[in-house]
């Protein structure tokens, strides 16, 4: 699925997770990176908007496989700049997650579970490919690349997860911080993600206080659809339903 979302702003997925490519003046940045097998996708997403497209930046709102997939061939390959929340960027370099909170065990008898668990090891995604070299950014920053997001840490799902806001535009991009659909239950709507992949579920609960004053009427998460309710509602919705 290519689809515009928000003005210059495209959704890319092809199942499990969502990745995102910003236009400004003709340059693009991207938010996340897929799976690894989500190379080709990404290109002819890209070549849609005219010959040899300028891929300058791509920014990532944690490191977790589903979300770093082609960042490595994108910096390699295209030259684009890789950014990350310092809190992250270690494990971005060596492809090395921290421990989950949760245990999986408990999400055995849901068929989401396996469609999620199938849909990402055939992209390759159950193993991180380390992204060599990585530049941080860090809370409050207005990161100097096209469309210009402003990164608010918000960390819980990883130390270094983080939302990036497109001002102008009132688009929030909320990586794992908040998902629209849990990728182990299945279950629609904003929430944290589920504590068998949270570092510190706790901690995620909490981070919610930080989106609820950006000005956002749109929400753009990893998992699940566009929100298009704002970000205090999301996150009071979030904060309902709570841990799964
Ligand atoms: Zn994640």
């Known amino acids: 699925m290519y689809v515009e979302v928000a003005e210059g702003v495209h959704r890319l997925t092809q199942g499990v997770t969502n990745f995102y490519l910003i236009e400004q003046s003709g340059k693009f940045t991207l938010i996340d990176a897929g799976t690894p097998g ?10 849609s908007h005219g010959e040899l497209p300028d ?4 920014l990532l709102t944690h490191a977790h496989p589903d979300h770093t997939g082609i960042a490595e061939k994108a910096r390699t390959d295209a030259g684009a700049q890789v950014w990350i929340h310092s809190a992250d960027a270690d494990a971005a370099r060596t492809g090395k997650t921290g421990k989950n909170d949760g245990s999986i065990a408990s999400y055995l008898l849901r068929a989401e579970f396996y469609r999620t668990l199938f849909s990402l090891a ?20 207005t990161i100097d690349v096209p469309g210009r997001p402003r990164a608010g840490h918000a960390p819980g799902h990883t130390p270094g997860s983080a939302v990036l806001l497109l001002e102008q535009r009132r688009v929030l991009f909320t990586g794992d911080v908040i998902a629209t659909r849990n990728p182990l239950t299945g279950r629609a709507g904003p929430q944290i993600m589920p504590s068998g992949l949270n570092e510190d579920t706790g901690e995620a609960l909490r981070s919610l206080d930080l989106l609820r004053g950006m000005n956002a009427g749109v929400l753009l998460p990893g998992h699940g659809d566009p ?5 205090a509602e999301a996150v009071s919705q979030a904060k309902a339903a709570g841990r799964s």
């Open 227 to 231: 929100w298009t309710q704002g970000a």
């Open 55 to 58: 891929l300058e930046a791509v």
């Open 38 to 47: 989500d190379w080709d996708f990404f290109c002819r997403s890209l070549a």
């Open 122 to 141: 055939r992209r390759g995604a159950t193993k991180m490919i380390p992204v060599k070299e990585v530049s941080s950014f860090a809370d409050g920053e």
